[in-house]
Each structure stands twice: as structure tokens, then as C-alpha cells.
């Protein structure tokens, strides 16, 4: 995931003709040095062990019910009953992501010599129903990856007053897989 740093250096003048005192070039190994850290984690966070002491949360964590789920997927109700509470646990793990889509790109920033930059975000998340009281079982795994393009350059139009420009391309969801017992 890490590649060798191609940048240059040039010796850029300010106003009074002194040359730059530093320079820094920041490529995708920045962010992606992180990202390797963030996917390597193989710890899950549930969504009501999360939400569970703030009391704002409370109206969320009550309406994660079978019954509300039901309203848009009927089956939910058919197969696990009204009112079960349901868990969202999510994950950064790549490891675990490649369970359900093998051979797929670590999340991650990639950029190219023209400004181009993409992000590529794994979401790997798993919705449990409480089958007896404190009792979890998996119901769903999800599996998706949402990737954001957007170009960055510079206008140096005025030597003295550089500017960014950000231009977003597109948000997409380049994969999704939802499995049910093993199956699609």
C-alpha cells in the first residue's frame, strides 16, 4: 500500500526574493500510513454499547426494534418476532471485510501526479437481534465499500496569493453483498 515517494523540491521566492525556508510534500503514504494502522484493528463497536450511556441516544436505541426495521422489511418481523432489539456492530478490519469480498483494496487515499485523489472507504458491518435477553445472533453481514473522488490544484495565477481549488467528482457505492446465513 505504501509506494516510494516521487516529489521535487524548487526553489520558490516570496516577495522579497528570499527563497522558501521550508518545503513539505505530503503524498498518499501520509494518509494511508494511518488507514493501515485504522484496518488492522480487529475490535468491533456495537452500536448500543456506543450509545448506551448518553441519554440523547435513547430515542435511537428504542427505535432499533425489529417492528421499526419491519416497517420497511416485513420478514424481519416474520422471522424474529415484534419489538426483538437489533445491534449494529461495525468494524475497521480489512481481514475481516475480505471474509465477505475477497481480494478487494484496503481502504485507503490514493492520489496521481494531476491532482486526482480517491478515497476508498470499507464499511464491514454485522445487525444482531437479541434472541433471549443478552443473547445476540447474527442476522446480516454487510459488506460495502463507498469511494469519494474529488481533484485538488492550485491557482498561481498571482505568485503572491496562492489558492486552492477543490473540486468534488463523485461519492459512489462501488460494492455492496448483504449475506444471510452465508448466502447472498
Known amino acids: 500500500m505504501l509506494k516510494p515517494i516521487e516529489g521535487g523540491f524548487y526553489n520558490e521566492v516570496n516577495a522579497q526574493g528570499l527563497e522558501a525556508l521550508t518545503q513539505f510534500i505530503i503524498d498518499d503514504n501520509f494518509f494511508n500510513s494511518f488507514a493501515s494502522i485504522l484496518a488492522s484493528v480487529d475490535k468491533s463497536l456495537s452500536a448500543r454499547n456506543v450509545f448506551k450511556g448518553n441519554a440523547k441516544?435513547?430515542?435511537?436505541?428504542?427505535?432499533?426494534?425489529?417492528?421499526?426495521?419491519?416497517?420497511?422489511?416485513?420478514?424481519?418481523?416474520?422471522?424474529?418476532?415484534?419489538?426483538?432489539?437489533?445491534?449494529l456492530v461495525l468494524t475497521p478490519s480489512h481481514t475481516l471485510f475480505q471474509e465477505g469480498i475477497p481480494g478487494s483494496r484496503m481502504m485507503g487515499v490514493y492520489m496521481d501526479k494531476n491532482g486526482n485523489w480517491k478515497f476508498i472507504i470499507n464499511i464491514n458491518a454485522q445487525v444482531n437481534v437479541e434472541t433471549l435477553p443478552d443473547m445476540w445472533d447474527p442476522i446480516r453481514n454487510i459488506y460495502m465499500t463507498l469511494v469519494a473522488k474529488f481533484k485538488i490544484s492550485t491557482d498561481a495565477s498571482n505568485p503572491f496569493n496562492k489558492t486552492f481549488k477543490f473540486l468534488p467528482k463523485t461519492i459512489e457505492m462501488s460494492q455492496i453483498k448483504v449475506l444471510k446465513n452465508g448466502e447472498e
Open 57 to 87: 441516544a435513547k430515542t435511537i436505541l428504542d427505535m432499533l426494534t425489529t417492528s421499526t426495521i419491519g416497517t420497511v422489511l416485513p420478514e424481519f418481523i416474520n422471522e424474529y418476532g415484534e419489538n426483538k432489539k437489533v445491534d
